[in-house]
């Protein structure tokens, strides 16, 4: 047994590393003509309507999507903040956090819809159990963080009755095989790789403990969507489209495309995420904004009218 965690961990790693490359940015297309809107993303199943986007939009004449991808959260919101991308696929806390410091950026479409899930170590049962245990989330800025919260809440506990750790998500299926953590959520299709590899199980997934969550949202700089209103319309009406047409199938041939996960890893990944109906209503947002500011994320979240367009 001991031998088949070594070889499945070698695995990870040898996966992960590839996954997230440098740490550097890469671009997929050099151009940069002004009909070319530079996109930021991890390689992270999360990001997959933008990357089908980029795909469809090769086949058509208008506007072209330059994929630059990034390694860390961090590293993304550096080219944001910093006016070095048009464009992100982030998490929107993230986004809501740059927003209130003051960065002109505005949301204008959901990254998915549900596609998280909460892993646990095989000694764990319920909630209960993780009272005094080491749970890991990828950033305190996250519904990573909010379905940590979440979960306690179903069995009376809170997030001071555990220990929380941000790791790297990549660092995350190995930490629960060594025991280091007891239990992640974090952006997939690393709560898969877990499974895969045997570390942990699911206790839940997203939607049993937050109907119509929001994680990753699609964000347009205003001076993007000031200087090139026609080009800001196109890239957002492409990304809804191209959102419609990621069914499973689609999905899972992008997934192998763009990640070098196996396919049972994606496959499983794939069962817990959707990308139909990307839009971020008033009442799915401001849902969001109760439970951020309910778990002490943010004391202060950008109104929706403010941050949020949806009027392309
Ligand atoms: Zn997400």
């Not at 993230?94 to 909460?118: Q, T, W």
Request: hydrophobic share 40%; with cysteine.
């Amino acid at each position: 047994m001991k031998k088949k965690i070594c070889a499945a961990l070698l695995i990870v790693m040898m996966t992960v590393a590839s996954i997230a490359g440098c740490g550097n940015a890469s671009s997929s297309a050099a151009d940069n003509s002004a009909e070319t809107v530079k996109i930021a993303y991890l390689p992270i199943t999360h990001s997959l309507a933008v990357l089908e986007e980029a795909k469809e939009l090769e086949e058509q004449e208008g506007i072209q999507i330059e994929l630059v991808k990034y390694g860390s959260w961090p590293e993304l919101l550096d080219a944001l903040n910093t006016g070095r991308v048009d464009g992100a696929s982030v998490l929107i806390e993230l986004a809501m956090k740059s927003k209130e410091e003051g960065i002109g950026i505005k949301a204008v479409a959901l990254g998915h819809r549900d596609g998280n899930v909460v892993i646990v170590s095989n000694e764990i049962e319920t909630a209960a159990d993780l009272k005094g245990k080491t749970f890991a989330i990828p950033h305190r800025q996250s519904s990573h963080n909010i379905l940590l919260n979440d979960t306690l809440k179903t069995v009376g506990l809170t997030i001071d009755d555990v220990n929380v750790t941000e790791l790297a998500p990549t660092e995350m299926p190995s930490a629960l095989a060594a025991g280091t953590i007891d239990g992640y959520c974090v952006a997939e299709p690393f709560g898969s790789m877990g499974v895969e590899l045997g570390a942990g199980k699911v206790l839940y997934t997203s939607d049993e403990l937050w109907e119509d969550s929001v994680c990753c949202a699609i964000v347009l700089t205003d001076s993007f969507i000031e200087e090139r209103p026609d080009d800001a319309k196109a890239f957002v009406d492409g990304y809804k489209t191209a959102g419609n047409n990621l069914d499973k199938e689609t999905a899972l041939e992008v997934s192998k495309e763009f990640f070098s996960q196996s396919e049972d890893v994606l496959e499983q990944s794939l069962e817990w995420i959707s990308f139909d109906d990307l839009e971020l209503t008033e009442d799915i947002y401001n849902a969001l904004v109760e439970k951020m500011i309910e778990y002490g994320i943010s004391d202060n979240p950008p109104a929706y009218e403010d941050f949020v367009k949806n009027d392309f």
